[in-house]
């Protein structure tokens, strides 16, 4: 079997949410590939966090199974926050269906997701090695789904302010061009992650760097969040760039031409974004907030949504690897 859905992106390209059913009750959430809980807004919320949000109730789903006792808490890189209690019930995405998926119902959120009325959870993605639910760890929505998939693969077509598509088990040769370059991925921390060991800023050959981190892909982040060096050097093109304490990143006018970039996806393939297409937010004063910022020395490379928009991505959860390719 086969699905596919749209994403659609929130204000600049924030995040890219999609619509699942769960117990016959339909939702919109985040699917994340750089986290590994699936959970929901519930109806044992405190209203005030849940107001404007729609939540899942599972007192009115006939399908639903509890399960006692079990918990889960998890925080995200952005500093968010959320946790709660446990089920397994029926999850549906484009038509493929896991009948008993653990469904983590918060009974606590955090003030970024009460204030994100659009977004009622996230789907995880990543490997169930890092799902947060305690006894027991759960498995994916995608790892349960994949043995019954033609294909043992999603793929992710996000757009820039435009709606995109996640497919499972396919891999729609309509929705991209040329190849698809791989790379092996090393899921032993619960990313896709692979190493990234070259950049190229403006175009050119590609500057190796030995010491740069390896990189994740990650539907859940908006931006590219790299090395500090590199950051440094692309901004020193940027005339009139600086770092701003205040918005947490490199600003510049907006009357400025960004450089291309360039990161490695494994050895042999370099993905490289336009200028044009490398501004997250503009402030409204006429300065502009990058797309590529500082991973403030996390020593992981987290390539979010700024590159993700740009190309065809294909998550290989058969052979553990990683593609991209043009679009
Ligand atoms: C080390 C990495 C740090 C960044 C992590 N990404 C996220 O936190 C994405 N996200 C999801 C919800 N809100 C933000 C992935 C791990």
Not at 89 to 101: E, L, M, R, W
Not at 241 to 248: A, K, M, P
Not at 279 to 303: K, R
Request: glycine share 12%; net charge negative.
């Amino acid at each position: 079997e086969s699905g596919k859905v749209t994403a659609s992106p929130e204000k600049n390209d924030s995040e890219y949410l999609s619509p699942v059913t769960i117990g016959g009750q339909a939702l919109t959430l985040d699917f994340d590939t750089g986290s590994a809980d699936l959970w929901v807004f519930s109806s044992s919320l405190p209203a005030a966090d849940s107001s404007g949000h729609t939540t899942f109730d599972p007192s009115k789903s006939s399908t639903w199974q509890a399960y006692q006792g079990a918990t889960w808490q998890i925080s995200y890189g952005d500093g968010s926050a959320a946790d709660g209690t446990v089920g397994f019930d029926a999850v549906t995405i484009g038509g493929v269906t896991v009948s008993k998926q653990a469904v983590e119902l918060a009974t606590g959120v955090s003030g970024s997701f009460v204030q994100d009325t659009q977004n009622d959870g996230l789907v995880g993605l990543g490997f169930s090695t890092i799902n947060t639910v305690q006894p027991q760890p759960q498995k994916t929505f995608f790892e349960n789904v994949m043995p019954s998939l033609a294909l043992p693969v999603f793929t992710a077509n996000l757009d820039k302010d435009a709606s995109g598509t996640y497919t499972f088990g396919a891999i729609d040769s309509t929705q991209y061009t040329g190849d698809i370059h791989y790379t092996p991925v090393d899921s032993s921390n619960g990313f896709w992650e692979f190493p990234s060991s070259s950049y190229t800023i403006a175009g050119g050959s590609p500057t190796p760097c030995t010491t740069c981190s390896p990189a994740i892909a990650d539907t859940g982040t908006s931006l590219m969040l790299i090395d500090d060096d590199i950051v440094t050097a692309y901004y020193a093109q940027v005339s009139g760039s600086s770092l701003d304490q205040s918005q947490g990143g490199y600003i510049y006018p907006c009357s400025a031409t960004l450089p291309s970039f360039g990161v490695a996806i494994g050895a042999d393939y370099t993905a490289t974004i336009p200028g044009s297409a490398l501004t997250f937010a503009e402030l409204g004063d006429g300065t502009c907030f990058g797309g590529v910022q500082s991973n403030q020395g996390q020593g992981i490379q987290i390539y979010g949504d700024v590159l993700l928009r740009n190309f065809f991505a294909v998550f290989d959860g058969g052979a553990k690897r990683f593609g991209v390719a043009t679009k």
